[in-house]
């Protein structure tokens, strides 16, 4: 018999309080519970993985934002950014604190008007409009921002056989100092494109100007950038109503804050170096109250933030299915959510945090989703306490998102339940079944058999 070949002891350090930067890590204490419902409870009730989201965090967040605007500045308009979560329930959360809405597909403008919105509070923006969306918004007297030449034409041919004006605004993109530029959308403002269009705009005669808006792109760390961006738009106003003697009624500066998420690569988390509201308020309100405008002139300030609203009220909850150890020796954690579910792992070191009380030993580890893809990989590195099998893990700030650019792939997508202001548990959209998915299949006859 051959000799089993020996193979050394393998040691693995644990750690237990690195010293960082700033001293001994301080663990946060275990997710148990969210908003005073256990995580344990919910998973057994409604399965794991779960997307949890939180009525009152979103609520307070509102407010919290809205607060940094009003106080600033006096006519502020929030308008609900539906591709960034457009359950119904989330989106009339919004509406019910005085928020509009913005759409950028007709399926999404069809959404809104499900939800009991006035149209009148509808803001449809993006490049994609096809002459039936712009019909029916154009009638209803929702706001159109005109993405490109070829829809500023066709809506001006339309509008020929409409009974009122189309109300519209132009998307302007422009040099903030935030690289690279994201000049795909709209009007390019130095290169004279945005001027171009208004021209064209209050010539024609056919459109009504109400606005100007921007949405200089997504998660800018810079608040500064914004105090460009409107100073730029508010420049544009200022020339229409010298050359037309035409006042827009509106400045919509689009969304793009940071939430409190923590991007790949950052040293520092996320909730104590990215810009706050009021950093955001600051710099646009003191660019539009320093800028020409009379007074008594002021153009409503509109925001289209999404992210910022809704990354913190969304969660995660997620079982261990297994450890492992690679080839490295290093530690991996294997758990029943991919990222079909967290896209924005791709993007975010989202806080992870276990649900039952752990000691203090921690060890780096890798954590994977159940997907049998590579990529399927929700975190590469990450300080964890021991975990076992069917321990769970509570994934924080995934509200944004996730739950509109998540994938059916080879799993079901699971329960969302909303807890609200009272603790009280609802689902907010079912897991999906087999026939969710194969209802829509169709298999030509000659298929059906396969013997
Ligand atoms: C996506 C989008 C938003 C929301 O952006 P966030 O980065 O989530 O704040 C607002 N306006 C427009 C036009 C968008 O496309």
Same mark, same amino acid.
Not at 3 to 19: A, W
Not at 141 to 154: C, K, N, R
Not at 285 to 304: H, M
Not at 332 to 347: K, M
């Given at each position: 018999?051959?000799?089993?070949?020996?193979?050394?002891?393998?040691?693995?350090?644990?750690?237990? *309080?690195?010293? @960082?930067?700033?001293?001994?890590?301080?663990?946060?204490?275990?997710?148990?519970?969210?908003?005073?419902?256990?995580?344990?409870?919910?998973?057994?009730?409604?399965?794991?993985?779960?997307?949890?989201?939180?009525?009152?965090?979103?609520?307070?967040?509102?407010?919290?934002?809205?607060?940094? &605007?009003?106080?600033?500045?006096?006519?502020?308009?929030?308008?609900?950014?539906?591709?960034?979560?457009?359950?119904?329930?989330?989106?009339?959360?919004?509406?019910?604190?005085?928020?509009?809405?913005?759409?950028?597909?007709?399926?999404?403008?069809?959404?809104?008007?499900?939800?009991?919105?006035?149209?009148?509070?509808?803001?449809?923006?993006?490049? *994609?409009?096809?002459?039936?969306?712009?019909?029916?918004?154009?009638?209803?007297?929702?706001?159109?921002?005109?993405?490109?030449?070829?829809?500023?034409?066709?809506?001006?041919?339309?509008?020929?056989?409409?009974?009122?004006?189309?109300?519209?605004?132009?998307?302007?993109?422009?040099?903030? *100092?935030?690289?690279?530029? =994201?000049?795909? &959308?709209?009007?390019?403002?130095?290169?004279?494109?945005? =001027?171009?269009?208004?021209?064209?705009?209050?010539?024609?005669?056919?459109?009504?100007?109400?606005?100007?808006?921007?949405?200089?792109?997504?998660?800018?760390?810079?608040? !500064?950038?914004?105090?460009?961006?409107?100073?730029?738009?508010?420049?544009?106003?200022?020339?229409?109503?010298?050359?037309?003697?035409?006042?827009?009624?509106?400045?919509?500066?689009? *969304?793009?804050?940071?939430?409190?998420?923590?991007?790949?690569?950052?040293?520092?988390?996320?909730?104590?170096?990215?810009?706050? &509201?009021?950093?955001?308020?600051?710099?646009?309100?003191?660019?539009?109250?320093?800028?020409?405008?009379?007074?008594?002139?002021?153009?409503?300030?509109?925001?289209?933030? @999404?992210?910022?609203?809704?990354?913190?009220?969304? $969660?995660?909850?997620?079982?261990?299915?297994?450890?492992?150890?690679?080839?490295?020796?290093?530690?991996?954690?294997?758990?029943?959510?991919?990222?079909?579910?967290?896209?924005?792992?791709? =993007?975010?070191?989202?806080?992870?945090?276990?649900?039952?009380?752990?000691?203090?030993?921690?060890?780096?580890?890798?954590?994977?989703?159940?997907?049998?893809?590579?990529?399927?990989?929700?975190?590469?590195?990450?300080?964890?306490?021991?975990?076992? +099998?069917?321990?769970?893990?509570?994934?924080?700030?995934? #509200?944004?998102? !996730?739950?509109?650019?998540?994938?059916?792939?080879?799993?079901?997508?699971?329960?969302?339940?909303?807890?609200?202001?009272? $603790?009280?548990?609802?689902?907010?959209?079912? #897991?999906?079944?087999?026939? $969710?998915?194969?209802?829509?299949?169709?298999?030509?006859?000659?298929?059906?058999?396969? +013997?």
């Amino acid at each position: 018999m051959e000799k089993k070949q020996y193979e050394r002891p393998h040691l693995i350090k644990l750690e237990s *309080g690195m010293p @960082g930067k700033f001293g001994t890590r301080n663990d946060s204490p275990p997710a148990t519970h969210i908003d005073g419902v256990m995580v344990k409870d919910l998973a057994a009730k409604y399965g794991s993985p779960l997307f949890v989201m939180s009525e009152r965090t979103i609520r307070s967040t509102y407010r919290k934002a809205y607060k940094a &605007f009003s106080t600033r500045y006096p006519k502020v308009q929030f308008a609900w950014s539906y591709k960034t979560n457009y359950l119904s329930a989330i989106c009339n959360i919004f509406h019910q604190e005085g928020s509009w809405a913005e759409v950028v597909s007709g399926f999404e403008y069809d959404k809104v008007l499900a939800n009991g919105v006035d149209p009148g509070k509808i803001i449809f923006n993006g490049p *994609g409009k096809s002459a039936e969306d712009l019909k029916k918004a154009a009638e209803n007297g929702s706001l159109i921002h005109i993405d490109h030449l070829d829809e500023l034409y066709m809506l001006t041919d339309l509008a020929g056989d409409m009974k009122r004006k189309p109300l519209v605004a132009i998307r302007v993109n422009m040099d903030t *100092g935030i690289y690279p530029m =994201w000049d795909r &959308f709209g009007f390019n403002y130095e290169n004279g494109q945005a =001027w171009d269009a208004i021209n064209k705009i209050m010539l024609s005669g056919k459109l009504e100007l109400a606005g100007l808006h921007t949405h200089i792109g997504t998660f800018i760390m810079s608040a !500064n950038a914004y105090g460009v961006a409107a100073s730029k738009l508010a420049d544009l106003a200022l020339n229409i109503q010298q050359k037309f003697n035409h006042n827009i009624r509106y400045i919509d500066m689009g *969304g793009g804050f940071a939430s409190k998420n923590t991007l790949k690569g950052s040293y520092l988390p996320g909730s104590d170096t990215n810009p706050t &509201f009021d950093d955001y308020a600051e710099a646009i309100t003191t660019a539009l109250v320093n800028s020409g405008f009379k007074p008594d002139n002021l153009p409503l300030l509109i925001l289209e933030t @999404g992210r910022a609203l809704v990354d913190e009220a969304g $969660s995660i909850i997620t079982t261990v299915i297994a450890n492992k150890r690679l080839s490295t020796g290093r530690r991996a954690t294997i758990v029943d959510a991919g990222v079909n579910l967290l896209f924005t792992s791709f =993007w975010y070191q989202h806080p992870i945090t276990p649900a039952q009380g752990f000691s203090q030993y921690r060890e780096e580890n890798t954590i994977y989703g159940p997907l049998c893809m590579n990529i399927d990989c929700l975190r590469e590195s990450i300080s964890l306490p021991l975990l076992n +099998k069917g321990d769970q893990l509570v994934i924080h700030y995934t #509200g944004a998102y !996730n739950l509109t650019q998540w994938m059916q792939f080879i799993t079901l997508r699971p329960n969302v339940v909303m807890i609200d202001m009272d $603790s009280k548990t609802h689902i907010i959209r079912e #897991g999906e079944t087999v026939t $969710s998915i194969t209802g829509l299949e169709k298999t030509p006859d000659f298929l059906v058999n396969v +013997k």
